[in-house]
Nanobody
Framework: VQLQASGGGLVQAGGSLRLSCAAT????????MGWFRQAPGKERDFVAA????????AYANSVKGRFTISRDNAKNTIDLQMNRLKPDDTAVYYC?????????????????WGQGTLVTVSA
């Protein structure tokens, strides 16, 4: 079972990136999914989460209105559209799957993790 995150890169402040996470080995259509990020020297923080059906989402206050999480259960993927990026958004971004249908915002509640993709936002 793997979660493969991709789409990271270097972007200027104000720009956009779209992260994708592809699941292989099993379906996650009955799992809540989330994105977390970890900046150098800091703890892993919640960014966004989406319920199994895609009908409910949650965001950290720091990204609300700029980031959008979505999922395609037929393709077993989740995406994170990131707009109006700021230097403070620089981090390694991880996708994760929780053993629940509904939104979870604590990293301890997720049991499958991708390898991370680096996002660097220059000033």
């Amino acid at each position: 079972v793997q979660l493969q995150a991709s789409g990271g890169g270097l972007v200027q402040a104000g720009g956009s990136l779209r992260l994708s996470c592809a699941a292989t080995g099993r379906t996650f259509s009955r799992n809540a999914m989330g994105w977390f990020r970890q900046a150098p020297g800091k703890e892993r923080d919640f960014v966004a989460a989406i319920a199994w059906s895609g009908g409910s989402t949650a965001y950290a206050n720091s990204v609300k209105g700029r980031f959008t999480i979505s999922r395609d259960n037929a393709k077993n993927t989740i995406d994170l559209q990131m707009n109006r990026l700021k230097p403070d958004d620089t981090a390694v971004y991880y996708c994760a799957a929780a053993p629940n249908l509904w939104i979870r915002i604590k990293s301890q509640e997720y049991d499958y993790w991708g390898q991370g993709t680096l996002v660097t936002v220059s000033a």
